[in-house]
Each structure stands twice: as C-alpha cells, then as structure tokens.
C-alpha cells in the first residue's frame, strides 16, 4: 500500500487498519513539515516530529501538526517493520 495523500490521523487509522490484513506493507509519503524543528534548524529521521496523536478526531482544519499523527497512525497499525515514512532525506533544510 502507498499512500500519498493522507491528511487526517483518523482516516489514516482507519485505512490502515482496513488494509492491515490484507497488505503487507504500507507506505506513507509524509511532508518534511511533520518535524517539529523545520525552518528552524536542519532536520532528518531522528528528529522530532510534531505533537499530534494517531486518533486525533476527524475533520481538523489542515495544518503541519497532522501529517505527525498521520505517520503515527500508520506506525500504530503496520509498525515499524511493516511501514516506511517517506518525508525527507537525510539533512534537510
């Protein structure tokens, strides 16, 4: 499974959730705006992501905090060996 436009934790959850049993990996193109310190110093895959958790409730008006939960909700469902969080390469800017 590739998702490449996931915006809300909930639907995220709830997809990945449908799909788990039937797909054996999921991957979720993310935006470099889920870390918590972008644009104000350089980032990569350790780096903090913003706070927002895998159920936060539908319909949230947009904004860079969801992609976090978005991830989160993928990592919630596939874990960390049956997803891949695509969002930067190494040292961003």
């Given at each position: 499974?590739?998702?490449?436009?996931?915006?809300?934790p909930s639907d995220v959850l709830l997809s990945a959730g449908l799909l788990r049993e039937r797909a054996g990996h999921?991957?979720?193109?993310?935006?470099?705006h889920a870390f918590s310190d972008w644009g104000e110093r350089p980032v990569n895959e350790d780096s903090l992501t913003c706070p927002c958790p895998a159920d936060?409730?539908?319909?949230?008006?947009?904004?860079?905090?969801?992609?976090?939960?978005?991830?989160?909700?993928?990592?919630?469902?596939f874990g960390a060996d049956g997803s891949l969080i695509l969002n930067c390469p190494p040292a961003c800017r």
């Amino acid at each position: 499974m590739v998702d490449t436009s996931g915006e809300q934790p909930s639907d995220v959850l709830l997809s990945a959730g449908l799909l788990r049993e039937r797909a054996g990996h999921y991957t979720f193109v993310s935006s470099i705006h889920a870390f918590s310190d972008w644009g104000e110093r350089p980032v990569n895959e350790d780096s903090l992501t913003c706070p927002c958790p895998a159920d936060t409730p539908a319909s949230q008006p947009a904004g860079n905090h969801l992609k976090a939960g978005c991830e989160r909700a993928v990592l919630e469902r596939f874990g960390a060996d049956g997803s891949l969080i695509l969002n930067c390469p190494p040292a961003c800017r």
